[in-house]
Protein backbone atom coordinates (compact mmCIF):
# COMPACT_ATOMS: atom_id res chain seq x y z
CA UNK A 1 0.00 0.00 0.00
CA UNK A 2 1.60 3.58 -0.78
CA UNK A 3 2.12 6.05 2.13
CA UNK A 4 -0.09 8.96 1.70
CA UNK A 5 2.04 12.35 1.84
CA UNK A 6 0.35 15.00 2.83
CA UNK A 7 1.34 18.83 1.97
CA UNK A 8 1.50 20.43 4.86
CA UNK A 9 2.42 24.11 6.04
CA UNK A 10 3.38 24.72 9.68
CA UNK A 11 2.62 28.26 9.86
CA UNK A 12 3.97 29.97 13.68
CA UNK A 13 7.66 27.83 13.46
CA UNK A 14 8.87 28.05 17.58
CA UNK A 15 9.37 25.46 19.37
CA UNK A 16 6.06 23.66 18.81
CA UNK A 17 5.56 24.14 15.42
CA UNK A 18 9.42 23.17 14.95
CA UNK A 19 8.91 20.07 16.94
CA UNK A 20 5.89 18.66 14.68
CA UNK A 21 7.47 19.95 11.49
CA UNK A 22 10.48 17.72 12.33
CA UNK A 23 8.13 14.87 13.24
CA UNK A 24 5.93 15.28 10.12
CA UNK A 25 9.23 15.28 7.69
CA UNK A 26 10.57 12.16 9.74
CA UNK A 27 6.94 10.37 8.52
CA UNK A 28 7.92 11.68 5.13
CA UNK A 29 5.61 14.09 4.56
CA UNK A 30 6.16 17.44 2.24
CA UNK A 31 6.26 20.19 5.48
CA UNK A 32 7.42 23.79 4.73
CA UNK A 33 7.98 26.05 7.51
CA UNK A 34 7.04 29.53 7.45
CA UNK A 35 9.00 31.40 9.49
CA UNK A 36 10.98 34.98 10.14
CA UNK A 37 13.98 36.08 11.81
CA UNK A 38 17.13 34.36 12.94
CA UNK A 39 14.91 31.20 12.88
CA UNK A 40 13.64 31.16 8.94
CA UNK A 41 17.41 31.69 8.15
CA UNK A 42 18.99 29.20 10.51
CA UNK A 43 16.10 26.63 8.60
CA UNK A 44 17.33 27.66 5.40
CA UNK A 45 21.10 27.63 6.11
CA UNK A 46 21.27 24.90 8.22
CA UNK A 47 18.48 22.70 8.87
CA UNK A 48 16.80 21.81 11.60
CA UNK A 49 18.10 20.08 14.65
CA UNK A 50 15.99 18.38 17.50
CA UNK A 51 16.54 16.94 20.60
CA UNK A 52 13.67 15.28 22.37
CA UNK A 53 12.88 12.35 24.89
CA UNK A 54 11.21 10.43 22.30
CA UNK A 55 14.77 10.57 19.71
CA UNK A 56 16.70 13.10 18.58
CA UNK A 57 17.18 13.77 15.30
CA UNK A 58 18.02 16.57 12.41
CA UNK A 59 17.81 17.61 9.03
CA UNK A 60 20.46 19.26 6.99
CA UNK A 61 17.96 20.97 5.01
CA UNK A 62 14.51 21.81 5.36
CA UNK A 63 11.67 24.28 3.32
CA UNK A 64 10.76 27.48 5.00
CA UNK A 65 9.31 30.52 3.77
CA UNK A 66 8.43 33.63 4.86
CA UNK A 67 5.75 34.32 2.55
CA UNK A 68 3.23 31.71 1.92
CA UNK A 69 2.79 32.77 -1.10
CA UNK A 70 5.42 30.83 -2.11
CA UNK A 71 4.32 27.32 -0.99
CA UNK A 72 1.39 26.93 -2.92
CA UNK A 73 -1.68 25.27 -2.06
CA UNK A 74 -1.83 22.41 1.04
CA UNK A 75 -3.69 20.30 2.33
CA UNK A 76 -2.61 21.08 6.08
CA UNK A 77 -1.85 23.26 8.11
CA UNK A 78 -0.44 23.53 11.68
CA UNK A 79 -1.57 26.65 12.97
CA UNK A 80 1.03 27.57 16.01
CA UNK A 81 1.24 31.09 16.18
CA UNK A 82 0.81 32.70 19.24
CA UNK A 83 -2.82 33.40 20.30
CA UNK A 84 -2.22 37.09 19.80
CA UNK A 85 -1.61 37.03 16.17
CA UNK A 86 -4.09 34.79 15.56
CA UNK A 87 -6.41 37.25 13.12
CA UNK A 88 -3.16 38.21 11.30
CA UNK A 89 -1.91 35.09 10.68
CA UNK A 90 -5.37 33.66 9.57
CA UNK A 91 -5.27 36.47 6.88
CA UNK A 92 -1.99 35.62 6.02
CA UNK A 93 -2.03 32.21 5.14
CA UNK A 94 -5.16 32.78 3.11
CA UNK A 95 -2.87 32.13 -0.29
CA UNK A 96 -2.47 28.25 0.80
CA UNK A 97 -5.62 27.42 1.74
CA UNK A 98 -8.62 26.28 -0.43
CA UNK A 99 -11.75 24.65 0.14
CA UNK A 100 -9.99 21.01 0.50
CA UNK A 101 -7.43 22.36 2.85
CA UNK A 102 -7.49 21.18 6.81
CA UNK A 103 -6.26 23.32 9.42
CA UNK A 104 -5.41 21.74 13.10
CA UNK A 105 -4.90 24.94 15.46
CA UNK A 106 -2.78 24.32 18.59
CA UNK A 107 -2.73 27.76 20.17
CA UNK A 108 -4.15 28.51 23.67
CA UNK A 109 -7.62 29.30 24.62
CA UNK A 110 -10.51 28.85 22.44
CA UNK A 111 -11.26 32.24 20.77
CA UNK A 112 -8.99 31.69 18.04
CA UNK A 113 -11.56 29.07 16.44
CA UNK A 114 -14.05 31.94 15.85
CA UNK A 115 -11.27 34.12 14.70
CA UNK A 116 -10.05 31.00 11.81
CA UNK A 117 -13.42 30.85 11.42
CA UNK A 118 -14.52 34.16 9.93
CA UNK A 119 -10.96 34.26 7.67
CA UNK A 120 -10.40 30.92 6.60
CA UNK A 121 -13.99 29.60 6.76
CA UNK A 122 -15.55 27.40 9.48
CA UNK A 123 -15.70 24.64 7.41
CA UNK A 124 -11.72 24.25 7.09
CA UNK A 125 -10.82 24.58 10.82
CA UNK A 126 -11.30 21.38 13.33
CA UNK A 127 -10.31 21.75 17.08
CA UNK A 128 -6.95 21.48 18.47
CA UNK A 129 -5.10 20.53 21.54
CA UNK A 130 -1.20 20.01 21.77
CA UNK A 131 0.07 18.25 25.00
CA UNK A 132 4.02 18.75 23.95
CA UNK A 133 6.25 20.67 26.05
CA UNK A 134 8.94 22.14 22.77
CA UNK A 135 10.83 25.17 23.26
CA UNK A 136 13.03 27.01 20.35
CA UNK A 137 16.64 26.83 22.32
CA UNK A 138 18.37 29.34 19.39
CA UNK A 139 17.46 29.64 15.63
CA UNK A 140 17.37 26.33 14.13
CA UNK A 141 17.39 24.25 17.53
CA UNK A 142 14.38 23.03 19.13
CA UNK A 143 13.92 20.83 22.17
CA UNK A 144 11.27 18.82 23.39
CA UNK A 145 11.19 18.00 27.08
CA UNK A 146 9.19 15.23 29.16
CA UNK A 147 6.71 12.72 28.17
CA UNK A 148 3.75 14.47 27.22
CA UNK A 149 3.56 13.71 23.58
CA UNK A 150 -0.14 13.51 22.19
CA UNK A 151 -2.25 16.21 19.83
CA UNK A 152 -5.88 15.78 19.47
CA UNK A 153 -8.13 16.90 16.95
CA UNK A 154 -11.97 17.21 15.87
CA UNK A 155 -14.34 18.97 14.32
CA UNK A 156 -15.50 21.92 16.86
CA UNK A 157 -18.87 20.98 15.86
CA UNK A 158 -18.43 17.43 17.43
CA UNK A 159 -18.94 13.91 16.03
CA UNK A 160 -16.51 11.86 13.98
CA UNK A 161 -16.08 12.45 10.34
CA UNK A 162 -14.52 10.46 7.42
CA UNK A 163 -11.88 13.12 6.90
CA UNK A 164 -10.68 13.33 10.89
CA UNK A 165 -10.42 9.28 10.74
CA UNK A 166 -8.21 9.58 7.75
CA UNK A 167 -6.21 12.27 8.74
CA UNK A 168 -5.30 9.98 11.91
CA UNK A 169 -4.08 7.42 10.05
CA UNK A 170 -1.94 9.24 8.02
CA UNK A 171 -0.18 10.86 10.68
CA UNK A 172 0.06 8.11 12.98
CA UNK A 173 3.97 7.20 11.85
CA UNK A 174 5.06 10.38 13.19
CA UNK A 175 5.93 9.18 16.39
CA UNK A 176 3.74 11.74 18.37
CA UNK A 177 0.35 10.22 19.26
CA UNK A 178 -2.29 11.80 16.79
CA UNK A 179 -5.95 11.27 18.96
CA UNK A 180 -8.98 11.79 16.49
CA UNK A 181 -11.53 12.98 19.53
CA UNK A 182 -15.18 13.38 19.18
CA UNK A 183 -15.54 15.74 21.66
CA UNK A 184 -12.64 18.16 20.70
CA UNK A 185 -14.59 21.50 22.11
CA UNK A 186 -14.50 20.10 25.62
CA UNK A 187 -10.89 18.84 25.48
CA UNK A 188 -9.72 22.63 24.39
CA UNK A 189 -11.78 23.48 27.68
CA UNK A 190 -9.91 21.13 29.28
CA UNK A 191 -6.70 22.10 28.49
CA UNK A 192 -7.39 25.94 29.14
CA UNK A 193 -8.62 24.81 32.50
CA UNK A 194 -4.96 23.51 33.06
CA UNK A 195 -3.05 25.98 31.23
CA UNK A 196 -4.96 29.25 32.77
CA UNK A 197 -3.72 27.83 36.38
CA UNK A 198 -0.41 26.80 35.62
CA UNK A 199 0.40 29.93 34.06
CA UNK A 200 -1.04 31.93 35.89
CA UNK A 201 0.13 30.90 39.31
CA UNK A 202 3.67 30.16 37.82
CA UNK A 203 4.18 33.51 36.02
CA UNK A 204 3.15 35.74 39.33
CA UNK A 205 5.37 33.17 41.91
CA UNK A 206 8.07 33.74 38.87
CA UNK A 207 9.22 30.06 39.74
CA UNK A 208 9.71 26.56 38.09
CA UNK A 209 8.34 23.32 39.09
CA UNK A 210 10.97 22.62 41.36
CA UNK A 211 10.13 25.72 43.36
CA UNK A 212 6.97 25.45 43.61
CA UNK A 213 5.69 22.01 44.19
CA UNK A 214 7.27 22.29 47.72
CA UNK A 215 4.93 24.89 48.69
CA UNK A 216 1.58 23.03 49.97
CA UNK A 217 0.19 26.70 50.19
CA UNK A 218 1.28 27.80 46.41
CA UNK A 219 -0.04 24.48 45.01
CA UNK A 220 -3.36 25.16 47.10
CA UNK A 221 -3.43 28.23 45.01
CA UNK A 222 -2.99 26.05 41.67
CA UNK A 223 -5.93 23.90 42.23
CA UNK A 224 -7.92 27.39 43.04
CA UNK A 225 -7.41 28.96 40.25
CA UNK A 226 -7.95 25.49 38.15
CA UNK A 227 -11.43 24.46 39.97
CA UNK A 228 -12.28 28.37 38.70
CA UNK A 229 -11.57 27.98 35.64
CA UNK A 230 -13.60 24.30 35.59
CA UNK A 231 -16.62 26.09 36.90
CA UNK A 232 -16.78 28.85 34.22
CA UNK A 233 -16.51 26.07 32.06
CA UNK A 234 -19.20 24.40 33.06
CA UNK A 235 -21.27 27.65 33.63
CA UNK A 236 -20.79 27.55 29.62
CA UNK A 237 -22.50 24.46 28.95
CA UNK A 238 -19.11 22.40 28.68
CA UNK A 239 -19.37 19.39 30.74
CA UNK A 240 -15.90 19.28 32.87
CA UNK A 241 -15.27 17.52 36.49
CA UNK A 242 -13.91 18.90 39.45
CA UNK A 243 -11.89 15.87 39.84
CA UNK A 244 -8.94 17.57 36.88
CA UNK A 245 -7.52 19.57 39.26
CA UNK A 246 -6.98 16.83 41.65
CA UNK A 247 -6.21 14.36 38.59
CA UNK A 248 -3.58 16.57 37.47
CA UNK A 249 -2.00 18.00 40.63
CA UNK A 250 -1.69 14.62 41.44
CA UNK A 251 0.73 13.76 39.01
CA UNK A 252 2.60 16.89 39.09
CA UNK A 253 5.90 14.84 40.33
CA UNK A 254 5.87 13.51 36.34
CA UNK A 255 6.77 17.40 35.27
CA UNK A 256 10.44 18.16 35.41
CA UNK A 257 11.71 20.08 37.77
CA UNK A 258 13.17 22.12 35.44
CA UNK A 259 9.36 23.01 34.19
CA UNK A 260 8.32 26.19 33.06
CA UNK A 261 5.18 27.08 31.21
CA UNK A 262 5.56 29.02 27.70
CA UNK A 263 4.03 32.43 29.68
CA UNK A 264 6.60 32.61 32.24
CA UNK A 265 9.57 32.22 29.84
CA UNK A 266 7.76 34.93 27.29
CA UNK A 267 7.92 37.33 30.35
CA UNK A 268 11.28 36.57 31.61
CA UNK A 269 12.20 37.69 27.98
CA UNK A 270 10.20 40.54 28.50
CA UNK A 271 8.12 39.55 25.66
CA UNK A 272 4.79 39.50 25.00
CA UNK A 273 2.50 37.37 26.84
CA UNK A 274 -0.96 35.77 26.00
CA UNK A 275 -2.49 36.92 29.05
CA UNK A 276 -6.03 37.59 27.11
CA UNK A 277 -6.19 34.18 26.27
CA UNK A 278 -5.37 32.15 28.73
CA UNK A 279 -6.15 34.42 31.98
CA UNK A 280 -8.04 37.29 30.58
CA UNK A 281 -11.14 34.62 29.20
CA UNK A 282 -11.41 33.25 32.48
CA UNK A 283 -12.24 36.56 34.07
CA UNK A 284 -14.52 37.94 31.36
CA UNK A 285 -16.57 34.55 30.48
CA UNK A 286 -16.69 34.42 34.78
CA UNK A 287 -17.85 37.76 35.16
CA UNK A 288 -20.65 37.60 32.37
CA UNK A 289 -21.49 33.98 33.41
CA UNK A 290 -21.97 35.25 37.56
CA UNK A 291 -18.86 32.73 38.69
CA UNK A 292 -16.49 33.81 40.80
CA UNK A 293 -13.05 33.91 40.02
CA UNK A 294 -11.31 35.62 42.25
CA UNK A 295 -8.16 34.24 42.23
CA UNK A 296 -7.90 34.35 38.27
CA UNK A 297 -8.86 38.10 38.77
CA UNK A 298 -5.68 38.87 41.33
CA UNK A 299 -3.64 36.66 38.57
CA UNK A 300 -4.74 38.73 36.08
CA UNK A 301 -4.17 41.74 37.73
CA UNK A 302 -0.86 40.86 38.71
CA UNK A 303 0.14 40.08 34.93
CA UNK A 304 -1.76 43.23 33.00
CA UNK A 305 1.19 45.52 33.49
CA UNK A 306 3.71 42.90 31.33
CA UNK A 307 1.15 41.72 28.64
CA UNK A 308 2.75 43.88 26.30
CA UNK A 309 6.34 42.48 27.46
CA UNK A 310 8.69 43.96 29.86
CA UNK A 311 11.82 43.33 30.85
CA UNK A 312 12.32 42.14 34.12
CA UNK A 313 14.83 43.63 37.23
Request: net charge positive.
Given at each position: ?????????????????????????????????????????????????????????????VKAVSNPGDIGKVELVFFCV???????????????????????????????????????????????????????????????????????????????????????????????????????????????????????????????????????????????????AISVAQANGIDLSTEIADEI????????PEYKPSMLIDLEKGKRIELE?????????????????????????????????????
Open positions: MKKEVMKTAIMGAGGLGSYIGGRLIQAGHDVTFIARGDHLQALLDKGLKVKSDFGDFQFEKKSYDASAAARFIKPIVNKESLIIPVLNGIDHINILGKELGLDAVLGGVAMIVAHLRKPGFIEQIGQLHFIEFGETGGGNSERCANLQKILTETGIEFRNIPNIMERMWWKLCIVSGFAGVYSVVRANNAVISKSPETMDLLRQAILELDGQEKNSAIIGVITRLGKNLGVPTPVNNFIYGCLKPYENGIHLV
